[in-house]
């Protein structure tokens, strides 16, 4: 065994050109071994291609490497020589099925350690030393060894193919240039090869390119997965801890409630009981009263009668009997309603928020963004059904179709009072909150409309630049009067420019910070576009701002 690992050793020190064990080695950059005369004389052939190649695996080289000896190399190949021992023994080189067989090889082939593209012929490590011994095999190009060498042969004219038909694109021999290609563009197969393999390390160097490029971008998203479980984690334990925070207080509320339900109940017990007590007492003296009157009644002495009926008539105070006029039996019901009140306000809170936290989750996008759609028919995909709040309405808006349209009034309507209302503006939000794509149309009839988006947690009461839309930082307006488009955000006036249409299309992409408005006929036309960061969900909104019978809808698209 140890005797095999030393003859293995003998095979790979080698060099693959002269078979023989190397003199000099040196290691080309692809990291095979040769002698250093071998290779420089395989290289001086090759110095007119200025292309220098490899010769086991054929990989190229621009410029042509400097060698240098291999010290290691050549420090195992003198170990090597003073055991004595030579490279492997031929029976370790008989081809198998898969190998390719030496051509000369009578009987047992042994495998083929190049094949020449002259001769067109393999041969093993014996039968390959004449191509390097004698001049007459100078010429031949040596490769690895291969079972395609008769697909070489022209099946026309039986002759080497060694040239290549550039306007048929396909390999020919020498006849068939002067017969059916004649006249066309042809070259030598030798300086196909060269202007293909230029065009090969382009491509490969593009493929390289590319490669990097993808490495990246999966470097990227590798980081990008790493951010979505990092933060999908902690919103699960932020979540968590603030829910547990809403138990808590809720337990503690109703810890209070029942503190304070029970407190009363002692006292209003104790102050009945108290009053029960004195009308107790009061009962059993006017019972004894009532039995001394009742003795005296059956008294025949009438002078006795008469001495003692002042003292016995006379009766004590009486307890205030209105203090027991009792109220209906309606004790600490009212706390009961009181905390289903808190309990249906809570669901209604609970309801609302949830839609938006629903909408939140499910519309987090952690793709890479989408392009900006360009027809409607792209932007249609993203439509989303909006309907508009009556409590943010102001009273000069009735609100119909279902609470899409508005409508500016000349009289108040009768809406509640409600913390949400505009109470100045003649301005209205919508109902859902926007996150993620989104896409709606408002079809505006009048004077003068705002169409705009803002924050939930715009001013609404009064009459300053806070509530109005597009006069702050929480709101982007577009206005849209009779002749003309102005964007309106943080008071500042852009003007925009496009066809005057009755229709204005707005798109959302939240998470890349796009607003996008258009205007819509046949065509869609872009009117302004915002590239911003959006930090909460917006609202939809609509502000009527010149006469009495202006409108705004928003369309219904799905």
């Given at each position: 065994?140890?005797?095999?690992?030393?003859?293995?050793?003998?095979?790979?020190?080698?060099?693959?050109?002269?078979?023989?064990?190397?003199?000099?080695?040196?290691?080309?950059?692809?990291?095979?071994?040769?002698?250093?005369?071998?290779?420089?004389?395989?290289?001086?052939?090759?110095?007119?291609?200025?292309?220098?190649?490899?010769?086991?695996?054929?990989?190229?080289?621009?410029?042509?490497?400097?060698?240098?000896?291999?010290?290691?190399?050549?420090?195992?190949?003198?170990?090597?020589?003073?055991?004595?021992?030579?490279?492997?023994?031929?029976?370790?080189?008989?081809?198998?099925?898969?190998?390719?067989?030496?051509?000369?090889?009578?009987?047992?082939?042994?495998?083929?350690?190049?094949?020449?593209?002259?001769?067109?012929?393999?041969?093993?490590?014996?039968?390959?030393?004449?191509?390097?011994?004698?001049?007459?095999?100078?010429?031949?190009?040596?490769?690895?060894?291969?079972?395609?060498?008769?697909?070489?042969?022209?099946?026309?004219h039986d002759e080497v193919m060694k040239m290549f038909c550039r306007t048929d694109q396909q390999c020919i021999c020498y006849l068939c240039s002067t017969e059916e290609h004649k006249g066309h563009d042809t070259v030598s197969a030798a300086a196909e090869r060269t202007e293909r393999q230029r065009e090969l390390e382009l491509s490969r160097q593009k493929i390289q390119q590319r490669?990097?490029?993808?490495?990246?971008?999966?470097?990227?998203?590798?980081?990008?997965?790493?951010?979505?479980?990092?933060?999908?984690?902690?919103?699960?334990?932020?979540?968590?801890?603030?829910?547990?925070?809403?138990?808590?207080?809720?337990?503690?509320?109703?810890?209070?409630?029942?503190?304070?339900?029970?407190?009363?109940?002692?006292?209003?017990?104790?102050?009945?009981?108290?009053?029960?007590?004195?009308?107790?007492?009061?009962?059993?003296?006017?019972?004894?009263?009532?039995?001394?009157?009742?003795?005296?009644?059956?008294?025949?002495?009438?002078?006795?009668?008469?001495?003692?009926?002042?003292?016995?008539?006379?009766?004590?105070?009486?307890?205030?009997?209105?203090?027991?006029?009792?109220?209906?039996?309606?004790?600490?019901?009212?706390?009961?309603?009181?905390?289903?009140?808190?309990?249906?306000?809570?669901?209604?809170?609970?309801?609302?928020?949830?839609?938006?936290?629903?909408?939140?989750?499910?519309?987090?996008?952690?793709?890479?963004?989408?392009?900006?759609?360009?027809?409607?028919?792209?932007?249609?995909?993203?439509?989303?059904?909006?309907?508009?709040?009556?409590?943010?309405?102001?009273?000069?808006?009735?609100?119909?179709?279902?609470?899409?349209?508005?409508?500016?009034?000349?009289?108040?309507?009768?809406?509640?009072?409600?913390?949400?209302?505009?109470?100045?503006?003649?301005?209205?939000?919508?109902?859902?909150?926007?996150?993620?794509?989104?896409?709606?149309?408002?079809?505006?009839?009048?004077?003068?409309?705002?169409?705009?988006?803002?924050?939930?947690?715009?001013?609404?009461?009064?009459?300053?630049?806070?509530?109005?839309?597009?006069?702050?930082?929480?709101?982007?307006?577009?206005?849209?009067?009779?002749?003309?488009?102005?964007?309106?955000?943080?008071?500042?006036?852009?003007?925009?420019?496009?066809?005057?249409?009755?229709?204005?299309?707005?798109?959302?992409?939240?998470?890349?910070?796009?607003?996008?408005?258009?205007?819509?006929?046949?065509?869609?036309?872009?009117?302004?576009?915002?590239?911003?960061?959006?930090?909460?969900?917006?609202?939809?909104?609509?502000?009527?701002?010149?006469?009495?019978?202006?409108?705004?809808?928003?369309?219904?698209?799905?």
């Open positions: 065994m140890a005797q095999k690992g030393v003859q293995l050793d003998g095979e790979m020190l080698s060099c693959s050109i002269c078979l023989d064990l190397m003199k000099d080695p040196v290691t080309i950059p692809c990291g095979h071994n040769y002698c250093m005369d071998c290779i420089k004389s395989f290289w001086d052939e090759e110095d007119e291609k200025k292309i220098h190649s490899c010769p086991q695996c054929r990989k190229t080289f621009i410029p042509r490497p400097v060698l240098m000896k291999n010290t290691m190399l050549a420090d195992l190949v003198e170990e090597l020589k003073k055991t004595g021992l030579q490279a492997a023994p031929a029976d370790h080189c008989y081809a198998g099925p898969e190998d390719v067989a030496c051509d000369f090889c009578t009987g047992r082939k042994l495998k083929a350690v190049k094949s020449c593209l002259m001769c067109l012929v393999s041969y093993c490590e014996k039968h390959l030393q004449p191509h390097f011994k004698s001049p007459t095999f100078e010429k031949h190009k040596l490769v690895e060894p291969s079972k395609k060498l008769q697909e070489n042969i022209c099946s026309r490669i990097q490029d993808r490495e990246k971008d999966v470097k990227v998203l590798q980081q990008e997965v790493e951010a979505i479980n990092g933060s999908a984690d902690k919103a699960v334990e932020d979540s968590e801890k603030i829910f547990k925070e809403l138990i808590r207080l809720m337990e503690k509320r109703s810890s209070d409630v029942k503190q304070q339900i029970r407190s009363q109940q002692e006292t209003e017990v104790s102050r009945v009981k108290e009053l029960q007590e004195k009308l107790e007492q009061e009962i059993t003296e006017l019972k004894r009263k009532d039995a001394e009157l009742k003795q005296l009644s059956h008294t025949e002495d009438h002078t006795q009668f008469l001495h003692n009926y002042p003292s016995l008539s006379r009766l004590g105070e009486s307890t205030d009997s209105s203090s027991i006029n009792i109220r209906p039996l309606r004790y600490f019901e009212d706390v009961t309603a009181a905390v289903s009140e808190l309990r249906d306000k809570l669901q209604d809170i609970l309801r609302e928020t949830w839609t938006n936290i629903s909408l939140t989750v499910t519309e987090v996008d952690v793709l890479l963004s989408q392009p900006e759609p360009k027809t409607r028919a792209e932007f249609l995909k993203y439509s989303k059904e909006i309907t508009l709040d009556p409590n943010t309405a102001n009273t000069r808006l009735l609100l119909s179709e279902g609470n899409r349209k508005a409508t500016l009034m000349s009289q108040q309507q009768s809406y509640s009072s409600h913390a949400d209302r505009f109470t100045y503006w003649s301005q209205v939000l919508s109902r859902e909150s926007l996150t993620g794509h989104c896409y709606w149309e408002v079809e505006r009839r009048g004077e003068g409309v705002y169409v705009a988006v803002a924050y939930k947690n715009i001013s609404r009461a009064g009459s300053s630049n806070e509530c109005v839309f597009g006069y702050n930082d929480k709101s982007w307006a577009l206005k849209c009067f009779k002749n003309s488009y102005t964007f309106w955000y943080k008071n500042i006036k852009t003007p925009a420019s496009g066809p005057q249409s009755s229709r204005v299309g707005v798109y959302l992409d939240h998470r890349a910070g796009i607003l996008s408005f258009y205007s819509v006929s046949e065509t869609m036309t872009l009117l302004h576009r915002v590239q911003t960061t959006f930090t909460q969900p917006l609202h939809a909104g609509l502000r009527l701002h010149w006469s009495c019978g202006d409108t705004a809808e928003l369309c219904k698209l799905i």
